[in-house]
């Protein structure tokens, strides 16, 4: 089989693989920032002491977990207009990589905390803070700090699970590849090109990430 790239041109970028890629784009950072403030109060309703917020925050994090992404996103789609009405693929992408990675960023921010020294807490309260400004302004950007490396590295992972709303048909990166395979009829090529931009993309971003972690580690 012989492969042909001749249709990989200018064009051929902004007709199928711009929309998609800047959706993608979109939905990645939509998804980081929505989860990462939803999974920092997540985190500290499981280190609360009580019940009432530990425990349901606890269940949501172990439940979205344990169901794979795909199947977070099918169900959404498919039951929630029953609930609310018609609701784009778009939209309903949106809602639910924040509401999934929102999850996982919660364990992520969990151990940042976690990772802050008790006396800075105690420091904190010695001068005069209650506990949310000790949270607020001395232990959570610590934690942050602590965990900007793995945070950057799931929101690679979301990054790459960005192609699963093949499933509802949104149009994104991958679907942009797919679109443009069925019309110069060279899938093969296309979907090789996909592969090629999702591992330069996620390789350079994890490189950045190494450079990253080395730096805060010598700030420590």
């Known amino acids: 089989m012989n492969l042909d790239f001749s249709f990989l041109t200018g064009e051929f970028l902004r007709a199928f693989i711009a929309k998609g890629f800047i959706f993608s784009i979109q939905l990645t950072l939509v998804a980081m920032v929505g989860g990462i403030l939803l999974g920092t109060v997540l985190a500290l309703m499981r280190l609360s002491s009580n019940p009432l917020l530990s425990k ?100 690679i992972i979301l990054f790459q699970d960005t192609s699963l709303v093949y499933a509802i048909g949104a149009y994104d990166l991958l679907k942009g590849f797919e679109v443009a395979g069925r019309n110069f009829n060279r899938p093969v090529e296309t979907y090789l090109l996909a592969a090629g931009l999702y591992f330069v993309i996620c390789f350079s971003l994890s490189m950045l990430v190494r450079r990253l972690q080395r730096r805060i580690q010598i700030i420590r």
């Open 56 to 155: 349901p925050a606890a269940a949501y994090v172990n439940l979205l977990r344990s169901i794979p992404l795909v199947m977070v996103i099918l169900w959404f789609f498919l039951l929630v207009p029953l609930l609310t009405g018609p609701i784009s693929a778009e939209l309903s992408a949106f809602i639910t990589f924040t509401l999934f990675e929102a999850a996982y960023y919660a364990e992520i921010m969990r151990a940042g905390v976690q990772s802050v020294p008790k006396g800075q807490t105690y420091a904190a309260f010695a001068l005069g803070m209650n506990y949310r400004q000790a949270m607020a302004l001395v232990v959570l950007p610590q934690a942050f700090r602590n965990m900007l490396p793995v945070l950057l590295t799931q929101t």
